[in-house]
């Protein structure tokens, strides 16, 4: 692989992981908002708007940090991708187009009227943009994973002239490899967002400040994220594994860490892959139970790395670890949130501070979790970019250099660093303040609001 | 017949994207001159705050329809204008922090550096968007493979840069004629004193950029002759610069920023009218015929596919934006005590 390959998998690999810091929690984050909203409208609860009002606040940077890291991603298709931009274009142009047009102006317009219209228009109206920006972001989500379905299972196409030609849309927006990829990106988003409002709201009764808020976040976060834990694990993960065992054998092989074909595969829980001898080091694995995960069978033949031809196959540890971090990660946060919920059911949570920090501390993991899956996704399509069809080393621009690619990958670590300490930094204010106060009364957005906050203190 | 509707609709949203965007690029380039202490400025960002982001969207839509309908385009242009455009991200990157970050600490410190993000970064996209247009219609130096390799002595020459005085003086303008359309006393009669300056400096860059094409491009004028309905175009281009000229003197704000809005579209249809079937020339003396219409194209299926996308979203665009700037109309409103 040429060094300006590797060089634009660098910054592809560091710029989208950045960027998807971002809208992993406004996904979820905007739907549960909705539902807070929602709740105020029909049990006219204040308390469920104050809420609301102080996620909003959290939703805005982080959709403003989402939007500007974002765009960059588009770009880079061309910039650094150009080969892949020629070929899969006329594909996968479709879904990025449809994006645009149907989601991004969705989300954008209402977005406006959500963050600075609540004292402008009428209530139902102010509602409504809340749902419509939530609407406007998860379907987003559903157009890039639709791209991301065909690079991994390209349907809908026919190659003429050496180049990627849509057939069927319909084909297309349907892949059965988006399926259940979809269901379970929306369900790790609405994890995130559901962990970070009750890790939230954890910290604001462990602090002893904003009790009545903090109680509030506790139950919304828990509840959905339980469910949502529960949804991430079966039937999305568990029926996406079994395409992804039809479509991408060397995937699912990478995954497991199976080097040998075998009938009655075992699962493992842990074990370190061993490329030169062809076998997991220390393992503890179950016997046949990744034949029962992959074919719903205990005896069923699963293929292995040996059988795979070694320039089909993705890099294995990098695969292995990634998959066994997101699902290790997931059955903690069930059995977290299943416990949490069970308390929450018998009206102890409140008051059982150990499971209050344990919540609070476990805000970064649902991040880690679902940036670990995209790399499986990623990295176990590897050394293809469109499976099957274009490898990655012959995907890059080729009037880009390596010198320019790395000119252009520290300049956007560097951006992003700033980008990054600056939205913590407001991340935590925004906590700092809590929900309520002064603030409350201003817009959510940028009309004003600081000059009110100043007239409010003075 | 599809590649040429494709052409339209690529040069619509770009227009689309010139006229919304532009403003708010506009007020960003004015912002730190025409907003005399803090609480101005945080009034001219208020005026674009609801919008500014939906305007942009456009960019992203226009990029979007690029990659779906001319591929080879997308794929030389931006690998070919690879550190311009990267420019180009970083300073929409911090453009919209500025926009969005200025506003969640009440300290004069963090707002200032945020002003002057902004208003540098919009400056400079103004002059690049502006750049850009001037070598597109000077021509890429191509290689025998239609490929390119845009660094920035390539980009910046005499007639590029014109462009981009043109881009920053017009945008400005169309700037200054929101602002007086949304702001009221002190800061309504400033932004209307800048916009008349800026109309001389606009029609002045303006003038000298047309001039300067016959002597660049020299193909530029065949459409225009063949078809001597296009002229229509730059027609209503100079029709709209008198109507700006006497609605900023009359204090007919909405008239101006009308006039200025068709300005800016019609500057980017005049350019699209000239250059049509080409998308991207190649310089004088290039190996490689150009990308145009037909060879820079998706397949015809996926073309026609596309177009029904288009049709169906731009008339969800068309409602959005029109109830948008209605919830938005009037004066800005500001909760300052």
């Keep these: ?458 | 017949m599809i590649n040429s509707i494709w052409f339209v609709v690529l040069a619509l949203m770009l227009a689309g994207y010139a006229v919304l965007d532009g403003f708010d690029l506009g007020i960003g380039a004015l912002h730190l001159l025409l907003g005399r202490d803090g609480k101005e400025r945080a009034q001219l960002i208020d005026t674009i705050g609801p919008v500014w982001n939906g305007n942009e969207v456009w960019l992203l839509a226009a990029g979007g329809s690029m990659v779906v309908a001319f591929p080879s385009l997308y794929a030389a242009s931006f690998s070919g204008f690879y550190l311009a455009l990267m420019l180009v991200l970083w300073l929409l990157l911090l453009r919209g922090l500025g926009i969005e970050f200025r506003h969640q600490i009440h300290h004069p410190m963090w707002e200032h550096a945020w002003d002057v993000a902004f208003s540098v970064s919009s400056l400079l996209l103004a002059l690049l968007f502006g750049v850009a247009v001037g070598n597109v219609l000077r021509g890429v130096p191509f290689d025998a493979n239609g490929q390119f390799q845009g660094s920035f002595t390539v980009l910046l020459n005499p007639f590029s840069i014109v462009g981009g005085v043109l881009g920053v003086t017009t945008l400005a303008l169309h700037g200054a004629c929101w602002a007086a359309l949304k702001t009221d006393g002190d800061l309504q009669r400033r932004a209307r004193r800048f916009a008349g300056g800026l109309w001389f400096a606009s029609v002045a860059a303006l003038a000298l950029m047309v001039a300067a094409s016959f002597v660049v491009s020299p193909n530029f004028t065949d459409n225009f002759t063949r078809y001597p309905f296009l002229l229509a175009i730059p027609a209503i281009v100079a029709a709209a610069s008198v109507v700006n000229r006497r609605a900023i003197a009359a204090g007919a704000d909405r008239s101006a920023f009308l006039a200025s809005a068709t300005m800016v579209a019609g500057i980017l249809a005049s350019v699209a009218a000239g250059l049509y079937p080409m998308l991207l020339p190649p310089l004088a003396g290039s190996p490689y015929p150009g990308l145009d219409i037909y060879n820079a194209a998706s397949p015809p299926g996926s073309l026609r596919t596309a177009l029904m996308i288009y049709l169906f979203g731009i008339t969800l665009v068309s409602i959005y934006l029109v109830n948008i700037y209605r919830i938005w109309r009037g004066k800005t409103r500001t909760y300052s005590v």
Aim: with cysteine; aromatic share 14%; glycine share 10%.
């Design chain 1, 1 to 458: 692989m040429s060094d300006a390959v590797i060089a634009a998998r660098w910054q592809f690999a560091f710029t989208i992981m950045f960027h998807y810091l971002f809208p992993v929690l406004t996904m979820g984050l905007g739907v549960l908002i909705a539902v807070m909203k929602t709740i105020e409208l029909r049990t006219g609860e204040r308390a469920y708007g104050a809420a609301a009002r102080f996620w909003a606040r959290i939703f805005a940077i982080t959709f403003a940090t989402g939007v500007v890291t974002g765009i960059p991603m588009e770009f880079q298709f061309g910039t650094n991708w150009a080969r892949f931009s020629h070929y899969a274009g006329p594909v996968v142009g479709q879904t990025l187009f449809m994006e645009g047009v149907f989601a991004f102006f969705a989300e954008s317009s209402f977005l406006g009227v959500f963050l600075f219209g609540e004292q402008r228009v009428r209530p139902m109206l102010h509602w409504l943009s809340s749902v419509m920006v939530a609407a406007g972001a998860v379907l987003s989500g559903f157009f890039i994973v639709a791209t991301n379905a065909w690079m991994q299972h390209p349907v809908g196409y026919e190659i003429v002239n050496g180049r990627a030609e849509l057939t069927s849309l319909w084909a297309l927006v349907s892949n059965p490899y988006a399926r259940w990829q979809y269901p379970h990106v929306i369900m790790g988003s609405l994890i995130t967002a559901s962990m970070v409002i009750a890790g939230i709201g954890a910290f604001y009764l462990l602090a002893r400040r904003h009790e009545e808020s903090g109680r509030i976040f506790l139950r919304v976060g828990v509840v959905s994220g339980a469910i949502c834990s529960v949804l991430a694990m079966f039937p999305t993960g568990a029926f996406h594994g079994e395409n992804i065992t039809r479509f991408q054998p060397a995937k699912m092989a990478a995954m497991e860490g199976l080097f040998k074909t075998q009938e009655g595969a075992p699962l493992a829980i842990i074990g370190m892959p061993d490329r030169e001898k062809q076998d997991l080091m220390d393992p503890i694995v179950v016997p046949g139970l990744l034949s029962y995960l992959a074919y719903g069978n205990f005896h069923a033949r699963v293929t292995g790395l040996s059988d795979i031809p070694p320039d089909e196959q993705p890099p294995i540890e990098i695969v292995y670890y990634a998959y066994h971090i997101m699902v290790g990660l997931g059955t903690i946060f069930i059995a977290v949130l299943a416990i949490s919920a069970f308390l929450l059911w018998r009206g102890t949570l409140f008051d059982t501070r150990g499971m209050l920090w344990i919540l609070m501390l476990a805000m970064p993991f649902p991040y880690i979790a679902n940036h670990a899956g995209w790399v499986v996704a990623e990295v176990g399509r590897q050394p293809w970019v469109v499976y099957g069809l274009q490898r990655t080393m012959h995907a890059d621009s080729t009037n880009v250099t390596p010198a320019m690619t790395y000119f252009t990958l520290f300049g956007f670590m560097g951006l992003y660093l700033l980008v990054g300490l600056l939205y913590l930094l407001l991340f935590l204010r925004i906590v700092a303040a809590g929900p309520g106060g002064a603030r409350d009364e201003a817009p959510l957005g940028t009309i004003g609001s600081g000059a009110a906050v100043a007239g409010g203190r003075s």
